[in-house]
């Protein structure tokens, strides 16, 4: 599975963006997602990732409320719609794919290529 991730930029505190993730490959409708944010000095984080039919949402503490996490599969698409947005929620988000399990995600083995989510004050 190849993901291609878009849809950040620059936005104000409390506004909101919609990440998306396009992915190629078969295995997608199949498979769990996740999204992950890292920060500049900080470790890749958790944010969100949903079950291969979209029935099951996990979130991260800090974004829980704020983040939904969703997915298209007839389109091929993941997504995260950001509201309420924090300069803390500034950082690169990663789509990934975890294909060996349709429910829970547990580990990537396919990861986008990052779009960068800046939240000025």
């Known amino acids: 599975v190849q993901l291609q991730a878009s849809g950040g930029g620059l936005v104000q505190a409390g506004g909101s963006l919609r990440l998306s993730c396009a992915a190629s490959g078969r295995t997608f409708r199949r498979s769990a997602m996740g999204w992950f944010r890292q920060a500049p000095g900080k470790e890749r984080a958790f944010v969100a990732a949903?079950?291969?039919?979209?029935?099951?949402?996990y979130y991260g503490e800090s974004v829980r409320g704020r983040f939904t996490i969703s997915r298209d599969n007839a389109k091929n698409t993941l997504y995260l719609q950001m509201n309420n947005l924090k300069p803390e929620d500034s950082a690169v988000y990663y789509c990934?794919?975890?294909?060996?399990?349709?429910?829970?995600?547990?580990?990537?083995?396919?990861w986008g290529q990052g779009t960068l989510v800046t939240v000025s004050s």
């Open positions: 949903i079950s291969w039919n979209g029935g099951t949402t």
């Open positions: 990934a794919v975890d294909t060996s399990s349709s429910t829970l995600f547990v580990s990537g083995d396919s």
